[in-house]
């Protein structure tokens, strides 16, 4: 059973937590011009990285604050913990970011596109 | 009674003044307090104690701990009974009842023994081989491989024992307490730190509690772990649990201990219990788990009586038994040599050691060699013979290089050998960690290599030797787990240590053959699955070369000890057989729990009504009163119906569903969620989550809403109302209330925290009377003189605060049965007074409380969907037919563009219709599949199935709804539902039963 540090509530068991899946999946603006194949890219793919990943968990039975983690998926190790809406400030965690195919697919340069307008 | 005719004079720790009765195999025997139930069995000279699982061959005691792979007992009688207990950990108590497992008619006499006469015919993969074929007889094959293979009786009612569960936190947990486990305990503990020290026997020590050849500081060594105990003892923060098995290690230094509480003679106490589980987070982990001795593998190496040599020294000098009248010790090693010593010591006679080493030197060699003991180097036993024990055994010698035997055969009379192939280092734990092994060559042990969790792991199972090195190791982990643990000290000096000398050993895996043909028979690798050398090479010969292959084509290490004593020479083995290495084939993975664990502990107390907590509405003791029969719903217990004497459940559903639309019906509605939702963001916010629009609903109004997976399937629905500007009541569903809310929570925190809005949950602060029925209006102002309730001043969809029996409320006029309905919201505490007054001013009425089932049939009545019974999570709106729900002009909602994907759009999904049966007072059940053409036997093509099915009072007839493959454009044909026994033919319609014009929403 993991040994997760809320950020808020300080380290409790991973049976007070829920998942939340990968987390820094950008949600399109104005997604109908998306393709099915690439509004696919933002709603059904996700990362299974053997080794490091960027992930979510909220604080269910705590604070009820969601979080965000990057953790090794092989030993489980917690490298980082930081809040929703930012990016990883670890070196590990910044490459991973930097390098996940999320950041070249379709739904998320919209995304930025529109961030940009 | 038989006397306990093996236990020595004044030697050993059992306590002779506290004698013990039990019962095994229907016999009364006597054993001591201190003794387990094997070293008991023994001193009665009971070597034989189980059948072999596959060729039913007599089986003795082999160890004398957690790795015994034969003595597999069934404990107890009736339903506290507990199978494969080994009789090497099960503390012996007066009173015990205990049985042989695996054998029919009784252990001396065993019918499956014919197995063993023709497992020629029985090798590695027979069972599967064949009885697969043909398919369909398997069941009948297993019927009988499983009677004659049983591996005890599993109760067949409730557990009536008591289980407990102890979660703890500590800042070093100390796995084993044998000499480095002891050390590291009282380096650790001296600093302050907590620290918790598990122990799977019934006493602290490991070795040496029957080492009694060596002195720490002067003392004899067990005198040393006494006073170390001791001194632990006097630490506050240090605890000692004796008895228990550290079975499982996971993530993040989680571990749990199985603590074995039924034997401290807590008589007496009803609250006896029997196991506690406890949940340690620990912050540092010593692993002190120690060595487990090989068996030798040579023929016919698995008959009563032969037992691995340290096992046979601690049931000597431990437990004051001997275990025979001539002793035959076989090694690769000084280990034997150490055991001789002591049986000597002891008076025990021995018959001579026969040692695989050419030229065994040394310390303890010179000392057997000076007590005038025969010692055969370079030779090895080639068979045995004796049926229910050990009666004699052949030797040869063995060519240079091991691989053959050379001159003549001699035979040595014995009744018991003591068998030593070296160590294996305990790594169950460590691997269980996550971590990796490594396989040390001159050791030939897999040894801790990668560490991935803050551990250390000391002693034995690192693959340290000698009684020295392991107190040293040990005071220098136990100082340096507690400094890596925040607290203060330094490691205590080494004591001065006199311990026997260990040479080098020689590995041999397999022990040649004498036979002619050179085949390989009956050299027992796991003795508790039967699994021989013959077998591993037969299944490296059929191309299982993969450990994990051998593993399950064998079954070897499958047993319920996990071949302690046998995966490591299976793999060397299976390597040799294949030309290369054990470290070349692997190893398979260690899995929890590291010895078999009774499911009720992990079950604790949470059994019955401790198992999930049941939520009942502030009304609960009000339809307790009325007669109610409940239903869960969710953790919540809900009213299901009120039946007057002598009414079925039918008859009073019946009569709850005519009431609440001729009349007044009243509802207990508490249960639903209740959210409150504030802030000058909260109608965007909603209709961000809402398919529908929600920017201008004005105060006092209400609205139906919908909520949709980003996927496009409904999630949950409600009404929401605005009270104020910037302030909303959400309602949900009664199980998705929790859901919703953490929902909302998750859209709000991480999608749009720049909107200003806040959540509360409130289901359990409002408690909800929903009246409804043509007479409920006038029941209302009765209660309610001051409030205008007509449709003008108030109508469908909106709130009202007001007065109601003097009790401020919230009235919302909203409807789920078509009805003109009120649902009346009073905090919490004055639920049962608005109850009553409903109730005592409806008289004049005939008000009628109506549970959960009618509320179900007023609904379906209208076609009212219900969230999880209707809809899946593969259901859109499109295909409930609710495409008014879903606005087309909102820029974005939730599911708003997985909507327009091709597969929903498509015209041929399932979609929710109306089923009405032929003859109309024929219910279809729920569940039920629908198909277009029946045939006589499935398989059918089914086309969907039955979501809703009632009989409904206000249409005279039975009435259904049903997901339906292309169901819109089916309307008006003949579909059929076949059952076990029958078809029902039915038709569809649109799914509005009655009052299909919605002309009593106003009264
Ligand atoms: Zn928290």
């Known amino acids: 059973m993991l040994y997760i540090k809320c950020p808020w509530c300080g380290y409790r068991d991973d049976a007070e937590f829920h998942y939340g899946g990968e987390a820094h999946i950008k949600r399109p603006f104005d997604a109908d011009s998306l393709s099915d194949e690439e509004f696919s890219e933002y709603l059904f793919q996700k990362s299974n990285t053997k080794g490091l990943t960027l992930e979510r968990w909220v604080h269910t039975s705590g604070c009820r604050r969601w979080f965000n983690v990057l953790r090794n998926t092989v030993t489980n190790e917690i490298i980082e913990v930081y809040p929703s809406n930012q990016l990883p400030s670890s070196q590990a965690g910044k490459e991973y970011y930097k390098n996940n195919w999320r950041r070249k697919s379709a739904a998320e340069s919209l995304t930025t596109r529109q961030v940009e307008k | ?306 037992m691995l040599s340290a096992a046979m020294r601690a049931y000597l000098n431990r437990y004051g038994v001997s275990p025979g009248n001539r002793v035959l010790l076989f090694t690769n090693n000084d280990d034997a040599y150490r055991t001789a010593i002591s049986l000597k010591k002891n008076n025990v006679p021995i018959a001579a050691i026969v040692d695989l080493r050419s030229n065994p030197d040394g310390e303890l060699v010179d000392q057997v060699r000076s007590e005038g003991i025969t010692i055969y180097p370079g030779h090895a036993i080639v068979s045995t013979a004796g049926y ?148 591993i090479g037969l299944a490296a010969r059929e191309g299982y070369r993969s450990v994990e292959h051998l593993k399950r084509y064998t079954t070897m290490g499958m047993g319920t000890d996990q071949g302690k004593t046998s995966n490591v020479a299976a793999l060397a083995i299976l390597g040799e057989t294949l030309g290369t290495t054990a470290p070349n084939i692997g190893h398979t993975t260690f899995r929890p729990p590291y010895t078999p664990a009774t499911i009720g502990a992990y079950a604790g107390r949470n059994l019955g009504l401790l198992f999930d907590p049941v939520r009942t509405t502030v009304m609960n003791e009000c339809h307790k009163g009325l007669g109610a029969k409940f239903e869960h719903v969710g953790q919540w217990m809900r009213a299901w119906y009120y039946p007057k004497p002598n009414e079925t459940m039918q008859q009073a559903v019946n009569r709850e569903v005519k009431a609440a639309r001729d009349s007044v019906g009243i509802l207990d509605a508490s249960t639903l969620g209740k959210i409150d939702i504030k802030g000058p963001d909260a109608a965007e916010f909603l209709n961000r989550v809402y398919t529908n629009a929600w920017l201008k609903l004005a105060p006092g109004r209400a609205r139906y809403g919908l909520m949709l997976k980003e996927d496009g399937m409904v999630m949950d629905d409600g009404v929401t109302t605005h009270l104020q500007p910037g302030h909303f009541h959400m309602t949900t569903t009664t199980g998705g209330a929790a859901s919703v809310l953490e929902w909302l929570e998750e859209w709000h925190q991480t999608e749009w925290p720049d909107l200003k809005v806040y ?163 024929e219910v279809i059940p729920e569940g039920s599949q629908v198909v277009e053409t029946p045939t006589s036997a499935p398989p059918m093509v089914m086309i969907g199935h039955v979501t809703s099915s009632y009989y409904s009072p206000n249409c005279n007839r039975s009435i259904a709804m049903a997901l339906v493959k292309g169901g819109k454009e089916k309307i008006g044909q003949t579909l059929h539902v076949p059952l076990r026994n029958k078809t029902i033919k039915v038709t569809v319609t649109d799914t509005q039963f009655f009052d299909k014009e919605g002309v009593r929403l106003d009264g």
Not at chain 2, 401 to 429: A, F, Q, Y
Not at chain 2, 510 to 525: D, Q, W, Y
Not at chain 2, 805 to 828: H, K, M, Y
Not at chain 2, 854 to 877: C, N, S, W, Y
Request: aromatic content about 8%; glycine content about 10%; some cysteine.
């Open chain 2, 388 to 535: 229910l024990r050990i009666k004699s055994a052949k030797i040869m010698q063995l060519s240079e290089d091991g691989t053959k035997l050379i001159g003549s055969m001699k035979e040595i009379r014995c009744d018991s050998i003591g068998m030593s192939g070296g160590w294996n280092p305990t790594v169950h734990l460590f691997s269980q960690s996550g971590g990796k092994l490594r396989w040390d060559e001159e050791l030939a042990q897999f040894l801790p290599k990668t560490v991935t969790q803050n551990l250390v792991s000391i002693g034995g199972c690192d693959g340290t030797q000698g009684l020295s090195n392991c107190l040293k190791a040990g005071l220098k982990a136990g100082a340096e787990s507690a400094r890596a643990t925040n607290n203060k000290g330094r490691a205590p000096r080494l004591p001065k240590v006199i311990e026997p000398k260990y040479n080098d050993q020689r590995t041999i895996w397999l022990i040649p053959t004498e036979r002619a043909n050179g085949k390989i028979s009956n050299h027992f690798v796991d003795f508790q699955n039967d699994v021989t050398a013959s077998d």
């Open chain 2, 1 to 306: 009674m038989t006397m306990q005719r093996f236990r020595l004079k004044d030697l050993g720790q059992v306590d002779r003044s506290k004698p013990l009765r039990f019962k095994f195999d229907g016999k009364f025997y006597e054993g001591y307090r201190g003794d387990t139930l094997a070293s008991a069995l023994l001193a009665n000279g009971v070597h034989l104690v189980g059948r072999s699982f596959k060729y039913h061959r007599p089986r003795g005691l082999l160890s004398a701990g957690a790795e015994e792979p034969n003595a597999l007992i069934q404990v107890g009688e009736g339903n506290s009974t507990d199978p494969n207990t080994r009789a090497t950990q099960m503390i012996l108590r007066d009173g015990l009842t205990v049985k042989s497992q695996n054998r029919w008619p009784n252990l001396t006499f065993d019918l499956g023994y014919v197995n063993n006469l023709i497992h020629r015919l029985l090798p590695a993969g027979f069972y599967y081989k064949t009885f697969m074929w043909p398919a369909s007889w398997w069941m009948r094959y297993e019927y009988w491989i499983r009677r004659a293979a049983g591996l005890g009786e599993a109760p067949k009612g409730a557990d009536p024992d008591r289980y407990e569960k102890n979660h703890a936190h500590c800042d070093v947990l100390i796995v084993g307490s044998g000499p480095a486990g002891l050390s590291a305990a009282l380096a650790a503990g001296q600093t302050g730190a907590r620290v918790i020290l598990t122990e799977e026997q019934d006493s602290f020590g490991g070795s040496l509690t029957y080492n009694t050849d060596c002195t720490i500081d002067g003392l004899p060594a067990f005198e040393w772990v006494k006073r170390t105990v001791a001194a632990l003892s006097s630490m506050p923060e240090v605890i000692l649990l004796k008895a228990t098995v550290t079975n499982g290690y996971y993530d993040h230094n989680y571990l749990t201990l199985l603590e074995s509480t039924d034997n401290d003679n807590q008589t007496g106490s009803e609250y006896k219990t029997r196991q506690r589980l406890w949940k340690v987070r620990a912050k540092r982990v010593v692993l002190a788990t120690g060595q487990i001795e090989r068996p030798l593998i040579f023929r016919d190496n698995d008959r009563p009586g032969i």
């Open chain 2, 759 to 921: 959540f509360t949950s409130v289901t359990e602060q409002w408690a909800v009377a929903s009246i409804c029925g043509p007479n409920c209006r006038k029941l209302l102002s009765d209660l309610a003189p001051d409030l205008d309730l007509s449709n003008e001043e108030f109508p469908f969809m909106s709130v009202k605060e007001g007065n109601v029996a003097g009790i401020t409320a919230r009235i919302f006029r909203i409807s789920f049965t078509g009805e003109l309905s009120f649902e009346i919201n009073v905090p919490r505490r004055y639920g049962p007074k608005l109850w009553d007054a409903l109730m005592q001013k409806g008289k004049k009425y005939d008000i009628c409380p109506y549970g959960t089932e009618a509320m179900h049939v007023l609904r379906a009545e209208k076609g009212f969907i219900v969230v999880g019974q209707e809809t899946d999570g593969t259901v859109t709106p499109y295909d409930l037919g609710m495409d008014w729900i879903v606005s087309k002009t909102k820029h974005d909602f939730v599911g708003k563009r997985a909507l327009k994907r091709s597969d929903i759009i498509k015209n041929d999904r399932k979609q929710l219709v109306g089923l009405l049966t032929e003859n109309e007072t």
